[in-house]
T-cell receptor, first 110, second 114 residues
C-alpha cells in the first residue's frame, strides 16, 4: 500500500535553530516525492521535489530509499518558515495522484 | 508559475441546498484536476480525480451522487455539493496538472452549511 507518514504533528524551534521535518513513505516502486508548504491563509504550494535536487528557501530534502525517508531540513530556521508542511508521494500510475502525509506544523519562535 | 483559481472563496448555505464550486486553470490547460477536502489542522483528503471530457474517478468512501464533478473543458472543473448538510462543512481545495507535471493548487473554498 502507498502511504506517507509524518510522525510529528507539531515541531517548535527557536529562530536560528536547525530544523528537520520527518517523512517516511511506503511504496514498492520508484516514488517521486514532494514537499508542499501552506503558510497561514495561503494556498498550498510546492516547496521542492526530490528529482530536482534543489534548495528552496534554504530547505533541502534527500530521498533515502534504504530508510524510505524524505526528511526536510534547514540549518537555520527563520520566523517566516512557520507554516504547515506536507510530504507527498506520487506513485508510478499515470493518474497524477498525490498521496499526502498528515502534515507537520512548524512553529519558529523568536 | 501556473495559477489555479477557485470561486467562490467562501459560501454559507442552508441545509438541503446545493452548492457549486468552480476551479479554473488560468494560464494553462489542465488535463487533470483533483478535488480535496481539508478539515481544520488536518491533511488533504483526495475526493476525486477529474479528467476533461470523462467521468470523474472517486476515492473510496466518497459519494459520487453527493459530490458531483464536471470537467467540461481543459480549464474548468466544478464540484457540486448536493443537498448539503452541516457535516459537509469543510474547506474544499482543487488542484490541476498538465500531463505529468506538478500539481498547482487553488486557494480553497470554505463551505459552511447551516
Amino acid at each position: 500500500a502507498q502511504r506517507v507518514t509524518q510522525p510529528e504533528k507539531l515541531l517548535s524551534v527557536f529562530k536560528g535553530a536547525p530544523v528537520e521535518l520527518k517523512c517516511n513513505y511506503s511504496y514498492s516502486g520508484s516514488p517521486e516525492l514532494f514537499w508542499y508548504v501552506q503558510y497561514s491563509r495561503q494556498r498550498l504550494q510546492l516547496l521542492l521535489r526530490h528529482i530536482s535536487r534543489e534548495s528552496i528557501k534554504g530547505f533541502t530534502a534527500d530521498l533515502n530509499k534504504g530508510e524510505t525517508s524524505f526528511h526536510l531540513k534547514k540549518p537555520f530556521a527563520q520566523e517566516e518558515d512557520s507554516a504547515m508542511y506536507y510530504c507527498a508521494l506520487h506513485g508510478s500510475s499515470n493518474t497524477g495522484k498525490l498521496i499526502f502525509g498528515q502534515g507537520t506544523t512548524l512553529q519558529v519562535k523568536p | 508559475g501556473a495559477v489555479v483559481s477557485q470561486h467562490p472563496s467562501w459560501v454559507i448555505c442552508k441545509s438541503g441546498t446545493s452548492v457549486k464550486i468552480e476551479c479554473r486553470s488560468l494560464d494553462f490547460q489542465a488535463t487533470t484536476m483533483f478535488w480535496y477536502r481539508q478539515f481544520p489542522k488536518q491533511s488533504l483528503m483526495l475526493m476525486a480525480t477529474s479528467n476533461e471530457g470523462s467521468k470523474a474517478t472517486y476515492e473510496q468512501g466518497v459519494e459520487k451522487d453527493k459530490f458531483l464533478i464536471n470537467h467540461a473543458s481543459l480549464t474548468l472543473s466544478t464540484l457540486t455539493v448536493t443537498s448539503a448538510h452541516p457535516e459537509d462543512s469543510s474547506f474544499y481545495i482543487c488542484s490541476a496538472i498538465s500531463g505529468q507535471e506538478t500539481q498547482y493548487f487553488g486557494p480553497g473554498t470554505r463551505l459552511l452549511v447551516l
